[in-house]
T-cell receptor, first 112, second 109 residues
Framework: DADVTQTPRNRITKTGKRIMLECSQT?????MYWYRQDPGLGLRLIYYSFDVKDINKGEISDGYSVSRQAQAKFSLSLESAIPNQTALYFC???????????FGPGTRLLVL | GQSLEQPSEVTAVEGAIVQINCTYQ??????LSWYQQHDGGAPTFLSY????GLEETGRFSSFLSRSDSYGYLLLQELQMKDSASYFC??????????FGKGTSLLVTP
């Protein structure tokens, strides 16, 4: 089984709708991250969390919110989706003792 | 703020050696990482350099010069499966990563 899972894997929604992307991990890591990827722009950090009570904004947090429901779960919400939020979204985890980030398979989101 | 520069595309022949450079500007620096991403897939960790010098892992090596704010990823004995995007990333004091825009490597027969 995959260590970092994301649901849904693909989603089509309409402008103005609220949508939630979910991430779960079985690696036992405290640190979790949400990135978005656009063609030619690399990965940009949206939010990150170092434990259940710690939430931090990343480079591009406007229009997004997150919830860390448990050590293993970190959800990303788009309160009112807009077309320029169409992107590939990745969740990642890391261990404070190591430098490696482990990425989930990604969620492809299309906002019409 | 932070910025990272890397070439957008590199082409090399199977069996050859290729070097992907990365220069960075950052207000706080704790290390340079490299990630590989195949088309449509998840990024996967390749290497990390916190100190100056060369780190070798099989066919892949990574180099860092902190004084020059520069690093590179060296891929030897290129294989077709090495065709992918390669991202350098800088870790700041908060353990979050800032990624470059990526280098698309095409390995040709």
């Amino acid at each position: 089984d995959a260590d970092v899972t994301q649901t849904p894997r693909n989603r089509i929604t309409k402008t103005g709708k609220r949508i939630m992307l979910e991430c779960s991990q079985t690696k036992g890591h405290d640190r979790m991250y949400w990135y978005r990827q656009d063609p030619g722009l690399g990965l940009r950090l949206i939010y990150y969390s170092f434990d259940v009570k710690d939430i931090n904004k990343g480079e591009i947090s406007d229009g997004y919110s997150v919830s860390r429901q448990a050590q293993a779960k970190f959800s990303l919400s788009l309160e009112s989706a807009i077309p320029n939020q169409t992107a590939l979204y990745f969740c990642a985890t890391s261990d404070p003792a190591a430098e490696t980030q482990y990425f989930g398979p990604g969620t492809r989101l299309l906002v019409l | 703020g932070q910025s990272l520069e890397q070439p957008s595309e590199v082409t090399a022949v199977e069996g050859a050696i290729v070097q992907i450079n990365c220069t960075y500007q950052t207000s706080g620096f704790y290390g340079l990482s490299w990630y590989q991403q195949h088309d449509g897939g998840a990024p996967t960790f390749l290497s990390y350099n916190a100190l100056d010098g060369l780190e070798e892992t099989g066919r892949f090596s990574s180099f860092l010069s902190r004084s020059d704010s520069y690093g590179y990823l060296l891929l030897q004995e290129l294989q077709m499966k090495d065709s992918a995007s390669y991202f350098c990333a800088v870790r700041n004091s908060g353990y979050a990563l800032n990624f470059g825009k990526g280098t698309s490597l095409l390995v040709t027969p």
